[in-house]
């Protein structure tokens, strides 16, 4: 499997601002995800992170909340806009190989805290 | 509605002894299914998987078994050692438009008990 890192690890963020999580991947991966886990629970899918066009976002998340972008096939960035302390949360992304293998790998995550 | 979901929270077995952690899916067009263990501060990690054309896979010192009848699937770890205890996610990949997702249970957290 590739090597998949996040930044920031954690961060402390004001209610009204933004934060922005980088994904990196050091190969090339056909499909990259960004998912939620809150505290004690179990993750939920945010959105699917598409190559050079607009991310697929499931119910109840919204590209206005959460832009998603993916330059190219090894990196992918998830901003968290207008934070509310809702939001506070382990963000984490992952990546598919694509082809014959449907196994998701995962970053270490991201916990942000919203005061 | 669909979910993949866990019969028990918690689970707190001996060291040495065999684990088994239960899993139930409601999407009989799920194909494929995966378990992730999760340790504290870390992502989830690949342990085992399973297509839906096989009832039974092992790996070292887990086996996955699964009963499409029964929609039941579970996760058996051999001779439990400490570092074993973590979060046990099991996860169905189902079809979605423009592709698939995976489905996350709800977890199961194993205690190992020195």
């Known amino acids: 499997s590739a090597v998949i890192s996040q930044k920031p690890s954690r961060d402390i963020c004001q209610r009204g601002t933004s934060l922005t999580i980088q994904c990196q991947v050091d190969s090339q991966v056909t499909m990259m995800f960004w998912y939620r886990q809150q505290p004690g629970q179990s993750l939920t899918l945010i959105a699917t992170?598409?190559?050079?066009?607009?991310?697929?976002?499931e119910s109840g998340f919204v590209i206005d909340k959460f832009p998603i972008s993916r330059p190219n096939l090894t990196f992918s960035t998830l901003t968290v806009s207008n934070m509310s302390p809702e939001d506070s949360s382990i963000y984490l992304c992952s990546y598919m190989w694509g082809g014959s293998t449907d196994t998701q790998y995962f970053g270490p995550g991201t916990r942000l805290t919203v005061l | 509605g669909e979910s993949v979901g866990l019969h028990l929270p918690t689970l707190s077995v001996q060291e040495g002894d065999n684990s088994i952690i239960n899993c139930a899916y409601s999407n009989s067009a799920s194909d494929y299914f995966i378990w992730y263990k999760q340790e504290s501060g870390k992502g989830p990690q690949f342990i085992i998987d399973?297509?839906?054309?096989?009832d039974k896979r092992q790996g070292q010192r887990v086996t996955v078994l699964l009963n499409k009848t029964v929609k039941h699937l579970s996760l058996q770890i051999a001779a439990t050692q400490p570092g074993d205890s973590a979060v046990y996610f099991c996860?169905?990949?189902?079809?979605?438009?423009?592709?698939?997702?995976?489905?996350f249970g709800a977890g199961t957290r194993l205690f190992v008990k020195a």
């Open positions: 399973i297509r839906s054309n096989m």
């Open positions: 996860a169905e990949n189902k079809g979605s438009t423009g592709g698939f997702k995976t489905i």
């Open positions: 992170a598409n190559q050079g066009s607009e991310a697929t976002y």
